[in-house]
């Protein structure tokens, strides 16, 4: 009688042997990806970790700026965060605490008192959990605003501008006369030494556009968020430059691809922000990863950059053939998970040794002294508030700052353009005020009207 089990073995064996021999023989790609995933989870890592400490010190230093800043607030007119001033004339985001508000949107995922009901620090700043308030007249209308992050620190004359910040000069002044669809509008920020672009990991120069969309219109991989009655979702992207690929920008056969011209591609055009994803982290932490294998490339040519050519030279002439994407995907993914988990177990380890040996960690220890000073900040800006509106005035370390820079030629020549109105001369002798305190505690002279403060500076 014919049974059907010997078959079977046969059947089995060979498939064994087939897997077997095709384990074999991919052994040296599986190995090579492994490692390369290895080494990318690593640089992963390294970059969050740095990340993360920046961040904790970038915050502290946004709070300091924003403190700074307020006495050049008058009483009674609009204050200093939500006036344009130079070199843009719009308004700079500052605060990571309420730039939300600046933007006219409201968030309730956080606290309204800083560090209540312990909210993360990074949770003031995600921009995927913002609503606008749309009842009545405003529902259904569209609604577009604009952040342009600078890749400058310094943006007190044309001096210390880019390319990039020079086209965006431009780009205000070619939507002054041609509005933006839907009158959108602009505020712009410093990217480096920003908490903001620290949690949004990006980088300047770039544009972050926000806009109301229905969650339905969501894509599926995006996070859904409940309807709030009265309130649209907002959806926050960020285009960064320069643009490489045409289908992300509107441009005419023929145009030059200038700093301008794609400013303009992108702000003009009605709809080719839906060109570009929705921000999520996962998405910018792939971009700057992305760019830091390329600079790991170019600064070590000879090692980590052949790899990466023998990487790239697989996946367009085997990979792709072959239809083999995904499989290395998983074993890079299985490499990077494992490096980052490791060095993630170092830094647990780290932790239990010097608490078993009775020490405190050094980081836990700088971390928590950080957040309580940003803290005590918040409370002593809102203080300083109520002290400005009372009339009283105390010293303040932007005494030095102000006399450094009104001591050069420049920052004569803004002395005067301050007095050109009553509430920049106003604004003035609130600092002239701060300065002369600081004279006086230090037993230096001060002329009583202190209408030229280089006569009197150091």
Partial sequence: MWSPFPLVRVLNRWTRIFIWRGFIVTLPLTLFYLVLGGIVGLLLADYETRLYFASLRHVQENFESAQQLDWFSVPGAPGIHDLGVAPFWIPQLRDPTNWWTKLGLERFDVSPVLGGNDTPLNQFALPNSLYRRTDGEDEGACWHHWIYASGQSLHFDELFWDPWD?????????????????????????????????????????????????????????????????????????????????????????????????????????????????????????????????????????????????????????????????????????????SAFTWRGIEVLGDLITAFLGTEDAKKRDLDALLEEVRLLEEEREAMGERKVMGEREPNFIAQMVRDFFDTEKGSLYEKKFGYSPEGQQALNNVLDIVRNEAKERGEGWAADGENIRAQAM
């Fill in 166 to 338: 020079s086209a965006f000069n431009q780009l205000l002044q070619y939507h002054y006369a041609n509005p933006a669809p839907c009158n959108a509008s602009f505020h712009y920020l410093t990217s480096p030494g920003s908490f903001l672009c620290d949690i949004w990991k990006t980088r300047g120069p770039a544009l972050i556009h926000f806009t109301t969309e229905k969650v339905d219109l969501w894509p599926d991989n995006q996070k859904k968020r409940e309807a709030v009655a009265g309130y649209t979702p907002v959806t926050a992207r960020v285009i960064e430059f320069p643009i490489i690929y045409d289908d992300e920008m509107t441009l005419a056969p023929g145009v030059f691809p200038t700093p301008f011209n794609q400013m303009k591609s992108i702000t003009s055009d009605p709809y080719i922000w839906q060109a570009h994803v929705p921000w999520s982290a996962e998405f910018q932490a792939n971009v700057r990863l992305d760019e830091i294998i390329q600079q790991k490339s170019r600064q070590y040519p000879r090692t980590f950059g052949r790899v990466k050519k023998l990487d790239s030279w697989l996946l367009h002439n085997v990979f792709r053939h072959w239809s083999l994407e995904i499989p290395r995907s998983i074993v890079m993914s299985v490499g990077m998970l494992t």
